[in-house]
């Protein structure tokens, strides 16, 4: 059994839908669980839906709705002939019960709305694509996997009760593969106990792909993206990115946690903890070979570079002259934790402790405010920070050559300087 994971850019489009086709037919035969994510930039638009229904403009996130639904519809009636009826009726189910709830007041927390409406959006795209798939002979089971993710009440940010999911993909999913070669279901999504739809963090169909890995032991989780391969940087910054065929688990856990936006931080343990590789391939071009992740020791990996712009560092000295010691330290990592707000790079001194965070304007406006109350606090912004794994001398030059570097830290492995 394999696992896939299709994101949104590999379904954006009536021919991206028809080039699954291509792929899955190199499969034939396999038992795949397939995960599909909202098509395109389906969630950013039912973000701002939401947002609307929250400030009590029923009639705008109706209207902005109603273009969604649109969007959805027009792509099925491409794709379908002898499947758009049931196609439609399922969407129509899914449309009425979002449209009910814009029809309200909100009483609720905004977390709880957000979910109960942005989940729509891989209900759409998997319907359409599992229909598709079925009209083009590609036979494959639809399932809503709000019916096999529990999750906690932590709207937006949903953990998933193990125990309960676990069981519901012995008992409910793998029975399912006695019938048929392909179950395609959703990411990003759950269900409480209470049957409310949770979402498990943007971006976050990778790890629901790596859940189902791990609870199916699959023999691996491919992820299909719009990219060649894993690449040592962003292309869109470096244009002499270069293409890594094997890293392992621990290195990728590593570059995002520097920041690097290639896979979900989260998707790794689940595989990592059953030794279940992963493939990184692409959709545009199955034949490419892509990246395979892996437990093994990966050696002589190419400088992998990380640069985050819009960086934000505050400066926060001691009044009196007295040491940046625990007492300073720990009050202000309480304050970081209940304003959600992650350090990319910290440094202490005798008297001062910096801290970059990307510029998450109101929150750091905030962490300002509350800090100045024991400490004095200088901010800089428009700062940006760059982080090179394997580095060596030639690469560190060329990449700082002209900056001006205001903090600089370094281990065997890892340089990171903070730019102006
Ligand atoms: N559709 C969700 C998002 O755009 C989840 C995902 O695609 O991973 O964040
Ligand atoms: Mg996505």
């Known amino acids: 059994m394999k696992v896939f994971k299709f994101g949104g850019a590999s379904v954006n489009s009536v021919e991206r839908v028809q080039n699954l086709v291509d792929i899955l037919q190199n499969y034939n035969g396999e038992k795949l669980l397939i995960v599909v994510s909202a098509m395109g930039k389906t969630t950013n638009a039912l973000e701002k839906v939401v947002n609307a229904f929250y400030e009590s403009k029923n009639a705008e996130a109706l209207e902005l709705f109603a273009t969604i639904k ?188 520097y920041g690097a936006q290639i896979i979900h931080p989260k998707t790794i343990k689940p595989l990592q903890n059953k030794n279940i590789p992963l493939f990184v391939k692409s959709f545009i071009d199955p034949n490419l070979a892509g990246t ?54 910290t440094q202490n001194g005798a008297i001062s402790f910096l801290c970059v965070f990307d510029d998450r304007t109101e929150k750091l406006e905030k962490l300002a405010l509350d800090a100045s109350a024991f400490l004095d606090v200088q901010v800089m912004r428009n700062l940006s920070l760059l982080t090179i794994r394997h580095f060596h001398k030639e690469i560190f030059e060329k990449l700082t050559i002209d900056k001006k570097i205001l903090l600089r830290q370094q281990t065997q492995t890892t340089i990171q300087v903070l730019m102006q």
């Not at 009636?77 to 814009?102: G, I, M």
Request: one cysteine or more; hydrophobic letters at 40%; glycine letters at 4%.
């Open 70 to 257: 649109r969007q959805h519809l027009n792509t099925a009636k491409y794709l379908l002939v002898t499947h758009f009826l049931s196609c439609e009726n399922q969407l129509r189910d899914f449309f009425t019960e979002a449209e009910w709830l814009l029809h309200d007041k909100p009483v609720k927390d905004y977390d709880y709305y957000y979910d109960q409406l942005v989940c729509t959006g891989e209900l759409f795209s998997t319907c359409i694509v599992s229909h598709f798939l079925n009209e083009k002979g590609i036979s494959n089971k639809w399932i809503d996997v709000r019916d096999v993710f529990r999750t906690d009440d932590d709207f937006r940010d949903a953990d998933i009760d193990w125990e309960i999911t676990t069981a519901n993909v012995r008992d409910n999913i793998n029975p399912l593969f006695a019938e048929n070669n392909i179950v395609l279901t959703q990411g990003f999504i759950g269900a409480t106990d209470e049957n409310e739809s949770t979402t498990l963090g943007r971006e976050g169909s990778d790890f629901s792909a790596a859940v189902f890995a791990n609870l199916l032991d699959a023999e691996s989780l491919t992820i299909w993206k719009d990219v060649e391969s894993v690449m040592n940087a962003d292309p869109k910054q470096f244009s002499d990115a270069i293409p890594i065929p094997v890293l392992n688990f621990n290195e990728v856990i590593e570059m995002a946690y």
């Open 292 to 345: 395979i992740i892996h437990n093994k020791v990966v050696h002589q990996l190419p400088p992998i570079i990380v640069l985050k712009e819009n960086q934000v560092m505050l400066q926060m000295s001691s009044r009196d002259f007295s040491f940046i010691g625990e007492h300073y330290i720990g009050r202000l990592y309480q304050l970081f934790e209940s304003l959600h707000l992650k350090p990319n790079l």
